[in-house]
């Protein structure tokens, strides 16, 4: 089993933001402090896949990395409505993030990774390296 990174602190600057869109009085894109994309990781056919629901993101804004054991994976949103021919004092602006690290397992062959995005949801699929099988020993 492997350890994965908490950052014990992640709630806590999300309430932050949505704090300091209450103050500046923009309540668009506030956050609850349960939102998270729904993410689905399992092992298909030598492949390990992981599924990822991420709507009202366009493939362009989505990255994926991996890095020390790790699959990054992070999209961002960014929305300006502005009018022509309006003096305006305050500019309705919204902001949509989501990042998520997972540790993979052993075995998991990055350098062969693939990743589609299609209706809203991303797949990547890596092939596992074959485990080991126990060889028998002749005694003599």
């Given at each position: ?29 506030m956050s609850s402090l349960t939102e998270t994309a729904a993410m689905d990781m ?99």
């Amino acid at each position: 089993m492997q350890l994965i990174k908490y950052n014990p602190f992640h709630e806590i600057q999300k309430l932050e933001r949505d704090l300091d869109k209450v103050w500046n009085g923009d309540w668009s894109g506030m956050s609850s402090l349960t939102e998270t994309a729904a993410m689905d990781m399992y092992e298909e056919n030598g492949n390990l896949v992981a599924e990822v629901n991420l709507p009202n993101f366009d493939k362009s804004e989505i990255r994926v990395t991996t890095k020390d054991g790790a699959l990054d994976i992070s999209a961002e949103h960014k929305e300006k409505k502005e009018e022509k021919g309006k003096r305006r004092y305050f500019l309705r602006e919204s902001s949509n993030q989501y990042f998520r690290r997972v540790m993979l397992p052993e075995g998991a062959k990055t350098e062969d990774i693939n990743a589609s995005f299609k209706d809203g949801m991303l797949k990547i699929s890596m092939p596992m390296a074959e485990k080991e099988q126990p060889k028998a020993i002749d005694v003599k």
